[in-house]
């Protein structure tokens, strides 16, 4: 175990080589649980994101999500995140490393009619990826949901929000679901793994927990937050 953000994460499960294999063959499950989620909600909502972000959510709608970059006001990155669009307002997922810091900078930047809750303890954050993550996910109507697109749904008879954004390279869905249905609220993220895991291990799948710290190389995304320092410009890589 080591310390990302914060949070307790495993270095590996079995080894780097075969959660590597089971991502890229099959599906491997990741516990994300120390990623920041904050609520966005207010009639300014929007437009206070979009004043804060450097994609255009315009281009986007409800029930789709974005990738996307957080800047300081010399527009140095402070931190890469995705924005989930909802008939009830925007989730921001960031990075655990930069999570308190995110979260004072959008609060101070905030009018008083946006609100910003941080519900990372409250929910929990499951991906599962690979090619065979559609086939081997134990939910429904999975066959039309869109590429970072996201909905609700039933994951192993769970009510949960389901999105699509594939976060490795590899085709893949993100369960955000709450946190009391799987596992304690101690800021350790491996164990919410238990209950998908045995979800899926019903269907009889070569596929297994993958460490969070590993899974996500390819996907040519900052990962980490690490090396969003704000003295990087977007257009500088």
């Not at 009619?113 to 519900?119: G, K």
């Not at 996500?216 to 995304?221: E, F, G, I, L, V």
Request: negative net charge.
């Amino acid at each position: 175990m080591v310390d990302f953000g914060g949070w307790e994460l495993p270095q590996q499960y079995t080894s780097i080589r075969d959660e590597h294999i089971a991502v890229r063959k099959a599906a491997g499950l990741f516990d994300i649980s120390h990623m920041g989620r904050f609520k966005v909600t207010g009639e300014a909502g929007l437009a206070f994101l979009q004043s804060l972000l450097t994609n255009d959510l315009s281009r986007i709608g409800r029930g789709r999500a974005q990738y996307n970059l957080m800047c300081n006001d010399q527009g140095g990155i402070l931190d890469d995140l995705v924005v989930y669009w909802g008939d009830d307002g925007f989730t921001v997922v960031v990075n655990a490393a930069n999570r308190e810091r995110d979260l004072e900078w959008m609060r101070s930047h905030a009018p008083s009619s946006v609100e910003i809750e941080d519900r990372t303890f409250e929910l929990a954050l499951i991906a599962f990826q690979g090619p065979r993550a559609q086939e081997l996910l134990p939910a429904k109507g999975l066959d039309d949901l869109p590429y970072f697109g996201f909905r609700p749904g039933q994951v192993a008879g769970v009510s949960a929000l389901v999105s699509r954004t594939g976060y490795t390279g590899e085709d893949g869905f993100e369960i955000f679901v709450s946190a009391d249905l799987v596992g304690s609220r101690l800021r350790c993220a491996s164990t919410a793994t238990t209950w998908t895991t045995a979800s899926i291990r019903t269907r009889r799948a070569s596929v297994g927990p993958c460490a969070s710290t590993k899974g996500s190389s390819s996907a040519a995304t900052r990962w980490d937050g690490s090396s969003a320092t704000g003295q990087r410009e977007p257009w500088s890589g």
